[in-house]
């Protein structure tokens, strides 16, 4: 690997300001070179960030807790057009946000590009929604008397965000808060800030006020414990691990905050002898491969009927071999190297672990630098193989085969996790069993893909509480008031 003492991408971007390396705290920037940033492709220093403190987080608080007055005092119509400025802005920059986000994350050029559609459409959904939080009237049981349920903003918010998606999470938890009139405190991943810091350029661009989004960068440990200590925060929204999840509402419970907790996943893929091999093929592709296996919601294992196993591996293994594996902005590359060394350790582990437990590789061997993982389609995985019951985050498709939907349904249930389940059939009477007896909040029938801002987005189980995109998003950043009109007469 070719080592570079620093990448600075400014000179290719078309607007350079949108690359800040300042915590944004009450419309002012703060800039520190307390901690590095790298960039995965080559391991080297992308630039740094302020290593904010829990008096700073302090401050971002006290300033969302002074916005938040007289954002939540605008009518739902005024927000929604500060959202939409916000998301045409993020589309005019798009190239350079993908930039951004593609050096310091590393997925692909053209997946950024998808990121910063998918992040973008968070805001035009939501700033749409402004106008509909609806309450509404209960038939009083008492005469003269009405009572209205009203909906109300939850208040200040803390929104801690992973790198797997430095873009589109943040969009997603904060354009919801915004629209229902909420204030932000934002925490990115420390190996991803500027998708975050970019972020916070163009709402100011846009016009919304001081205060109302803070973006804090540096330890999540110190910045975690100040925001869920704080009685002012009254809302955690949170995408990460499911250990981190918990530990967090541990923290939030002393002051009861309301909670957002999308957390990790173990999705099954299953596929029936009935399957359409081609879509299934496809399917898996797409759900497997994503941002090279590293979402909660790819499929980590995938189950295969035995009448069809040997061409689907066949078929599979065949467009596995012909990936793509290179830098993010390098030409048509389809798997960028992997976030970060512990990344790849723990890959590499669940490899090996498989291979020792009598699994067959597929996929036909190669040479890469040690940031990239080999994507690769393994045979014969069972349950005792680390692989079965851990989220492995990269691009390994272990194989389960079984012989009956019972079976099936068996082991794609037998985890505690439920977030995403995929499953491919053209039997309709199965597709609505099999469906219904799948235990996730996200169930895919003949598709790979499944998030849009349309549909509702969470698991079940140790995978999270709460939904986020969809109606169901705003919900999460609304309290509802029950208010007793009485002495009408
Ligand atoms: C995630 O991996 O946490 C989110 C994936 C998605 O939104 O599709």
New binding site residues.
């Given amino acids: 690997m070719t080592v570079h003492a620093k990448i600075d991408i400014r000179a290719q971007l078309r607007d350079p300001a949108l690359l800040t390396e300042a915590a944004l705290i009450d419309g002012q920037w703060h800039s520190r070179p307390d901690m590095a940033v790298h960039a995965p492709a080559t391991g080297t220093v992308m630039g740094h960030m302020p290593d904010c403190t829990a008096t700073e987080t302090q401050a971002a608080i006290t300033a969302a807790q002074t916005a938040l007055p007289a954002w939540k005092a605008k009518t739902n119509a005024e927000r929604a057009d500060l959202l939409m400025a916000w998301y045409q802005l993020m589309l005019d920059h798009a190239d350079d946000l993908a930039l951004i986000l593609t050096t310091e994350q590393g997925k692909p050029l053209s997946e950024a590009r998808g990121e910063i559609q998918y992040g973008a459409s968070f805001v035009r959904w939501f700033a749409e929604e402004a106008r509909r939080i609806n309450g509404h009237i209960i038939p009083s049981p008492v005469a003269g008397k009405k009572i209205f349920a009203m909906k109300e903003a939850v208040g200040v918010c803390a929104i801690i965000t992973?790198w797997?998606?430095p873009n589109?999470?943040i969009t997603r938890k904060v354009a919801p808060g915004l629209a229902a009139g909420c204030t932000m405190v934002i925490k990115p991943s420390d190996f991803t800030p500027y998708s975050a810091l970019a972020l916070g350029v163009l709402a100011e661009r846009a016009g919304i006020p001081k205060g109302v989004i803070n973006i804090l960068t540096g330890r999540p440990e110190v910045i975690g414990e100040a925001l869920t200590q704080s009685p002012v925060v009254r809302k955690l929204s949170f995408?990460g691990s499911t250990r981190v999840g918990a530990l967090l509402a541990e923290q939030c419970a002393p002051t009861l905050k309301k909670m957002s907790l999308?957390l990790g996943g173990n999705a099954p893929f299953v596929v029936f002898d009935d399957a359409d091999l081609a879509a299934a093929v496809d399917g898996a592709m797409v759900s497997k491969f994503r941002n090279g296996g590293q979402?909660?919601?790819c499929a980590n294992r995938i189950l295969v009927q035995s009448g069809i196993h040997d061409a689907f591996v066949a078929a599979l293994a065949e467009k596995v071999d012909a990936l793509r594996v290179g830098p993010g902005t390098g030409e048509n590359v389809d798997i960028g190297p992997m976030i970060n060394e512990a990344a790849i350790e723990k890959i590499n582990r669940h490899v090996e672990d498989a291979l020792a437990h009598g699994a067959r590789k597929a996929t036909k061997p190669r040479e890469l630098d040690r940031q990239y993982a080999d994507p690769v389609v393994l045979t014969g995985a069972t349950k005792d193989m680390q692989l079965a019951s851990e989220e492995t985050f990269g691009p390994v498709a272990p194989i389960f085969q079984f012989d009956t939907e019972e079976e099936a349904l068996e082991i794609a249930n037998g985890t505690p996790f439920g977030l995403a389940a995929y499953f491919y059939t053209t039997d309709m009477g199965r597709a609505f069993r099999f469906g219904e007896a799948l235990e996730a909040g996200l169930v895919a029938l003949n598709t790979g893909a499944l998030?849009h801002a349309e549909a509702p987005?969470g698991g079940v189980k140790s995978s999270g509480l709460g939904r986020e995109g969809a109606q169901e998003g705003i919900e999460e950043y609304l309290e509802t008031k029950a208010f007793h009109f009485g002495g009408l007469g």
Wanted: hydrophobic share 40%; net charge negative.
């Fill in positions: 992973p797997n998606f589109a999470m995408t999308e979402t909660c919601v998030s987005f």
